[in-house]
Structure formats: structure tokens, C-alpha cells
T-cell receptor, first 114, second 111 residues
Framework: GENVEQHPSTLSVQEGDSAVIKCTYSDSASNYFPWYKQELGKGPQLIID?????GEKKDQRIAVTLNKTAKHFSLHITETQPEDSAVYFC?????????????FGTGTRLKVLA | NAGVTQTPKFQVLKTGQSMTLQCAQDMNHEYMSWYRQDPGMGLRLIHY???????DQGEVPNGYNVSRSTTEDFPLRLLSAAPSQTSVYFCASQQGNTEAFFGQGTRLTVV
């Protein structure tokens, strides 16, 4: 079945350093790849997304890259701050089925050390 | 602008009890879904709906029922609670192949 693998499961970085989280997906029909941030006790919130016709997208300190050939996409956070500490989830979706189902990765707990 | 509202936020059930988790959205989204979140396993899809009167199973549907009588509401029913259903449950809504908006979650403990 469809699968999204996410690594690492935990990541600790010093404030100001960069953080990279990587995901791979199995369904070649997937064409929408969102990233969600989940703070303690809250629901996930979208932070950035990318579609399959684009290789890279940036939003201030956050960027996402997509390699469709390798079925691989990554989240890059630069100049990390303590408020970036949270759990991050990648997901893959596809229009082929028409149901817009998401398959989520298992999450990365990011800790930014002050 | 409430977005997606889930109730209750916390619930403790005894094994064998039944209950309904409520979910409502005010964005007129066609697509709604229920996920459960367990440590180390991410978010797993339980059931989803592509519009009023249409529901389908996700990855982990056993032990749960859903219905969609209106665009706004998508309740999740636990028929006979089991300890394995201890989890955090999230409802989400979206319009098409785009951002999903999540509720704040319901933390359920089955003893």
C-alpha cells in the first residue's frame, strides 16, 4: 500500500543552526506534499506545501524541496529559534483516486536548544 | 471564524462503553476525515467523507462508525470501546487537494 517514511524521528539543533527533515513516498501518483507543525496539545497546522510541478518552495526561514524521480522531499528550516521546537509531519496526497487522502509520515520531534 | 471544532477535548471510557466524538466545520468544505495519533505512528486515517451522505474507510476503520448527514458535521462513533482505542483523535476538513485544517483533538483513554 501507500507509504511515507520520515527521518529522523528526533532532531536536536542549536539555536541559529539549520534543521533538515526528509521524507520518501511510495505512490508515484502523489502530487501534493504538505508539511505540518504540531505544538504540544494542539492539532497539526500547515506550514508549507509543494506540488509536483515545482522543485522548490520557500517561505522566509522555511523551504521544501521535491525530487519526483527519487520520490523524495525535504523540509529545511534555517536560523532555527526556540519556537520552532515542535513535532513536524510530512504527508503525501494524490488526485488519482479523487479522494484527497493523506498518508502521513511518523513525525519528527525537533528540539531547538537555546 | 471557528474552523474545525472537536468535542470533547478529554474523555475516559470503560471497556465496552460507546460514545460519539463530535466534529464540526464552518468552512463549507466537502472533504472531512478522522485520524488517530499514537506515539511513533504518526496520523492514521480512520474514516473519511467526500460529501454529505458519502463515507468510506481509511487505514484503521475497525471499531469505528461514521455518518455525514450535513456538510458541517462528521461524528465518529466508538461502538464498544477497547483499550487499544486509547489515542488522540483528530478531525480535519479540506476543500479538494489542498490544505487540511485540523481540530484541537480529543484525548481518549479506555480503561
Amino acid at each position: 500500500g501507500e507509504n511515507v517514511e520520515q527521518h529522523p524521528s528526533t532532531l536536536s539543533v542549536q539555536e541559529g543552526d539549520s534543521a533538515v527533515i526528509k521524507c520518501t513516498y511510495s505512490d508515484s501518483a502523489s502530487n501534493y506534499f504538505p508539511w505540518y507543525k504540531q505544538e504540544l496539545g494542539k492539532g497539526p497546522q500547515l506550514i508549507i506545501d509543494i506540488r509536483s510541478n515545482v522543485g522548490e518552495k520557500k517561505d522566509q526561514r522555511i523551504a521544501v524541496t521535491l525530487n519526483k524521480t527519487a520520490k523524495h522531499f525535504s523540509l529545511h528550516i534555517t536560523e532555527t529559534q526556540p519556537e520552532d521546537s515542535a513535532v513536524y509531519f510530512c504527508a503525501a496526497n494524490g488526485e488519482g483516486s479523487g479522494t484527497y487522502k493523506y498518508i502521513f509520515g511518523t513525525g519528527t520531534r525537533l528540539k531547538v536548544l537555546a | 471564524n471557528a474552523g474545525v471544532t472537536q468535542t470533547p477535548k478529554f474523555q475516559v471510557l470503560k471497556t465496552g462503553q460507546s460514545m460519539t466524538l463530535q466534529c464540526a466545520q464552518d468552512m463549507n468544505h466537502e472533504y472531512m476525515s478522522w485520524y488517530r495519533q499514537d506515539p511513533g505512528m504518526g496520523l492514521r486515517l480512520i474514516h473519511y467523507s467526500v460529501g454529505a451522505g458519502i463515507t468510506d474507510q481509511g487505514e484503521v476503520p475497525n471499531g469505528y462508525n461514521v455518518s455525514r448527514s450535513t456538510t458541517e458535521d462528521f461524528p465518529l462513533r466508538l461502538l464498544s470501546a477497547a483499550p487499544s482505542q486509547t489515542s488522540v483523535y483528530f478531525c480535519a476538513s479540506q476543500q479538494g487537494n489542498t490544505e487540511a485544517f485540523f481540530g484541537q483533538g480529543t484525548r481518549l483513554t479506555v480503561v
